[in-house]
Nanobody
């Protein structure tokens, strides 16, 4: 079992930056795909970024170039550095982990471990 705890959310002005942290416990995250999803009010949860167990980086067209996912194996922690934030980035951000196939790296289907979420609000 892996427990994931997110932190670092908050209120930021458009154009600003935030760094989200996902602290993992109970299991080493090195063999896991680590992912970030988000859910805005009234919308479905959507993929944000992923770092595969083999070291690949995956983003969406919206987050590529603005967001950066990374992991610290020693600290067993995953980060999401977000820059040039837009109002439409406002959502609850969730950390997730799984061992699914790489072809589903952007999917939530294989996810077996979820964090509780952290709110990110971007003001205009």
């Amino acid at each position: 079992q892996v427990q994931l705890v997110e932190s670092g959310g908050g209120l930021v002005q458009a154009g600003g930056s935030l760094r989200l942290t996902c602290a993992a416990s109970g299991e080493n995250i090195e063999p896991l795909h680590m992912k970030w999803f988000r859910q805005a009010p009234g919308k479905e949860r959507e993929f944000v970024a992923a770092h595969s167990s083999s070291g690949g980086y995956y983003y969406t067209a919206s987050t590529l170039g603005r967001f950066d996912i990374s992991r610290d194996i020693v600290k067993n922690t995953v980060y999401l550095q977000m820059s040039s934030l837009k109002h439409e980035d406002t959502a609850v951000y969730f950390c997730a982990a799984d061992r699914g196939p790489i072809r589903l790296i952007r999917d939530s289907g294989p996810v077996v471990f979820w964090g509780q979420g952290t709110q990110v609000t971007v003001s205009t």
